[in-house]
């Protein structure tokens, strides 16, 4: 998979505590960032499930999951997992089967080249009634943040991907000025 949009883009455009803070996650629930990158929403996440849940943060790049790792340490969060997966792949995300309550996808979908795999792995590691959440940069979005817009993904794309794997769609939400969230339900 193909890591084209840097950290710091995202940081300008998204609030992850806030994103973290809308999704109803309380103590003992088990999520997945899929690929997590830096760690941008592992510590929301990790805080927001700790003390009994667990974050896993995955990524197909080791190095930016020893520099969540370092932050994870500075918070004193320990419920963090790291894996290092490629999503594209069959069980890529190395979990097991019905694990998590949800899966957050960020910025990583309009970088994949097998979109649909990755929409199956969480939907395979989601556990009944399990949420996926899907952030992603706007097709329409003209502020120079972020990947060209040929590589961008269309909402309607987004839904389509993950309509066709027994998804039911829950709602938008609110996921700043140039991205567009929204929240699945596994049927």
Not at 29 to 38: L, R
Not at 77 to 98: A, F, M, P, T
Request: glycine share 8%; aromatic share 8%; proline share 4%.
């Amino acid at each position: 998979m193909n890591q084209q949009a840097p950290a710091e883009q995202t940081t300008r455009t998204v609030d992850p505590v806030r994103i973290v803070s809308s999704l109803g996650l309380t103590n003992g629930d088990f999520v997945a960032d899929f690929g997590s990158g830096h760690g941008y929403f592992v510590i929301p996440l990790a805080q927001s499930v700790a003390p009994n849940g667990k974050v896993f943060a995955i990524d197909i790049q080791r190095e930016k999951l020893e520099v969540t790792r370092v932050k994870a340490k500075l918070e004193h969060l320990y419920n963090v997992e790291y894996i290092q997966g490629d999503l594209e792949q069959i069980q890529g995300s190395k979990l097991k089967n019905e694990l998590a309550n949800l899966v957050i996808i960020t910025n990583i979908l309009h970088q994949a080249e097998h979109k649909e795999q990755i929409i199956k792995e969480a939907y395979r590691i989601l556990s009944p009634h399990g949420r996926l959440a899907i952030i992603e940069w706007q097709t329409e979005e003209t502020s120079g943040f972020g990947p060209p817009r040929d590589m961008r993904i269309a909402k309607e794309t987004a839904m389509n991907l993950c309509t066709g794997e027994s998804f039911s769609f829950e709602k938008e939400f609110d996921a700043g000025s140039h991205h567009y969230g929204m929240l699945f339900i596994k049927k």
